[in-house]
């Protein structure tokens, strides 16, 4: 493909990043354009509080960056991107004092879930074998035909069950609090189908590849993938927000991640009606309430296994962790919310002074929530870490409100890019799904498929598909 076919990417998240990515790769010159003053949106690293200590503004935790398919082929390694893995992906602590661990290897995870460990190892374990098929499909175009149809058909079955349904196969309180809490990831109730899905593919992710951080938080998988877009010849130009597309008709392509909120109100002059008008029916998800903190010490939990963990739910038993996601989608905030908890720190010492530590913590709010869920995170934190207040040195506190003033694309707080209902996982944002009206603009966020988390699938087939459309690929200069 000759350089002198211009293409443009509006923002630089994983996907925007992903999209320039494979534009340049094929030989376009590109350009992103970026409103904030540092390139990454939901994975960004920021000096939040105390000076010396570094936060994840959003993402944290990667299963799904180690495990796409699409980073893994980058040499992002030699651009600085390290991923550590913590000796327990995950931990799920009880009012009794204890906690259970989700192990990666199948061997240890036996010790931990006791009674339930077959019934666990049966149903993870022909996914785990067959992760790199599995991931290819789940993070894969939704109607391209299954490669692998009968792992599909399998993957399909539990996919389509609420993670209550799943659940009831344990035998044990403590196994299904914590299948309780990876399902809940879903922002959807756990009577709702679909979230039991979210529950298994992360199950399956701990074992097949781990649930790892990168040294130096997410920012360093965003500079590795602006390095090695760099290396391409592509531009990242931060500080640029894109207010209109009439700035941008030097190019015959441009790659949106964008919401469908936003294509309307910047693309809206160059798309139809008709288009405008199936995006207007968009629907966004939940919000998130966000707390990052600055440590004295590492938090004092009750269990001390949660300190092998990077991340931390905190809900206890699988009836509470459902009754807080179902007061959060019946547009209520949970009492008691099920909280998510990441201490980085205890794994990476680039992220905080020596001997003091950072944390990151938030609950599902409905969309927009004005209410105030501080004193209900740090009571739900002081539940299995009591003192933990005694720990704090600074936080600094993310409304919904407030995420979407650090990144236009989280409406109301949505850190997902839109409700993942069965709808909106086949036709996102539309039916037809990265395309737009215009036949040179393309949607490549996590409006469109796969969905929400850091693994740039969305903007990796948004470029293919814009590339094949016109008849770019396979072109080099
Ligand atoms: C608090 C929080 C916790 C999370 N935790 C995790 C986690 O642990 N693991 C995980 O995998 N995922 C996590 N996520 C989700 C993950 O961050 C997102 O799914 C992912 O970042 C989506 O990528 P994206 O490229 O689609 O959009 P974004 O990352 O949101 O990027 C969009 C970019 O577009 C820019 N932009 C918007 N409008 C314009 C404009 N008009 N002009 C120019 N630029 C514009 C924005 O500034 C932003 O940089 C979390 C998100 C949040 C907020």
């Known amino acids: 493909m000759a350089k002198d076919c211009k293409a443009c990417v509006v923002g630089s998240g994983p996907n925007g990043l992903a999209a320039a990515i494979v534009l340049a790769q094929a030989g376009l010159a590109v350009d992103v354009f970026e409103a904030e003053s540092t390139p990454g949106g939901g994975a960004r690293t920021l000096p939040l509080t105390l000076p010396g200590f570094l936060h994840d503004f959003g993402s944290a935790v990667h299963p799904f960056g180690i495990g796409s398919p699409f980073f893994s082929s980058l040499p992002l390694d030699k651009y600085g991107l390290e991923w550590i893995h913590s000796p327990a992906p995950l931990a799920h602590p009880f009012d009794n004092g204890t906690a259970i661990t989700l192990e990666r290897r199948f061997e240890d995870a036996r010790a931990t879930l006791g009674e339930d460990a077959n019934i666990w190892i049966d149903l993870m374990l022909p996914f785990v074998e067959h992760w790199k098929q599995l991931?290819?499909?789940?993070?894969?175009?939704?109607?391209?035909?299954?490669?692998?149809?009968?792992?599909?058909?399998?993957?399909?079955?539990?996919?389509?069950?609420?993670?209550?349904?799943?659940?009831?196969?344990?035998?044990?309180?403590?196994?299904?609090?914590?299948?309780?809490?990876?399902?809940?990831?879903?922002?959807?109730?756990?009577?709702?189908?679909?979230?039991?899905?979210?529950?298994?593919?992360?199950?399956?992710?701990?074992?097949?590849?781990?649930?790892?951080?990168?040294?130096?938080?997410?920012?360093?998988?965003?500079?590795?993938?602006?390095?090695?877009?760099?290396?391409?010849?592509?531009?990242?130009?931060?500080?640029?927000?894109?207010?209109?597309?009439?700035?941008?008709?030097?190019?015959?392509?441009?790659?949106?991640?964008?919401?469908?909120?936003?294509?309307?109100?910047?693309?809206?002059?160059?798309?139809?009606?008709?288009?405008?008008?199936?995006?207007?029916?968009?629907?966004?998800?939940?919000?998130?309430?966000?707390?990052?903190y600055a440590l004295a010490r590492p938090v004092p939990w009750k269990a001390p296994e949660c300190l092998r963990a990077a991340t931390v739910h905190l809900g206890g038993t699988f009836d509470e962790i459902a009754a807080s996601e179902s007061s959060m989608r019946s547009g209520e905030n949970a009492e008691r919310p099920f909280v998510l908890f990441a201490q980085p720190s205890l794994f990476d010492s680039t992220r905080a002074p020596a001997g003091k530590h950072t944390a990151w913590a938030y609950c599902h709010v409905p969309n927009g929530s004005r209410v105030d869920m501080l004193p209900r995170i740090e009571s739900q934190i002081e539940r299995f870490a009591p003192g933990f207040r005694d720990c704090v040195l600074s936080r600094h506190v993310f409304s919904p409100a407030d995420l979407e003033a650090m990144d236009a694309n989280l409406v109301g707080g949505d850190i997902s890019g839109g409700q993942m209902n069965f709808r909106q996982l086949l036709f996102r944002p539309t039916r037809s799904q990265y395309s737009t009206s215009a036949k040179q603009i393309y949607i490549c966020s996590s409006s469109t498929p796969p969905g929400g988390g850091v693994h740039g699938m969305c903007g990796y087939h948004a470029a293919m598909k814009a590339l094949k459309d016109h008849s770019l690929i396979g072109r080099k200069s």
């Open 135 to 292: 991931v290819l499909q789940v993070l894969g175009p939704v109607f391209a035909i299954p490669t692998h149809p009968l792992l599909m058909a399998r993957f399909g079955m539990y996919g389509l069950l609420s993670a209550k349904v799943i659940a009831t196969r344990f035998r044990s309180e403590r196994t299904r609090g914590l299948f309780a809490g990876m399902a809940a990831h879903s922002f959807l109730a756990l009577d709702e189908c679909l979230s039991g899905s979210f529950g298994m593919l992360l199950g399956i992710a701990a074992h097949a590849v781990g649930w790892p951080i990168p040294r130096g938080g997410a920012q360093s998988l965003t500079n590795a993938l602006c390095s090695y877009l760099s290396s391409l010849g592509g531009r990242v130009r931060v500080s640029s927000r894109v207010e209109s597309f009439a700035a941008l008709s030097d190019y015959q392509l441009i790659l949106c991640d964008l919401t469908p909120r936003q294509m309307v109100r910047v693309a809206g002059s160059s798309l139809s009606s008709g288009y405008k008008s199936k995006l207007e029916q968009f629907r966004y998800g939940p919000g998130a309430f966000k707390v990052d």
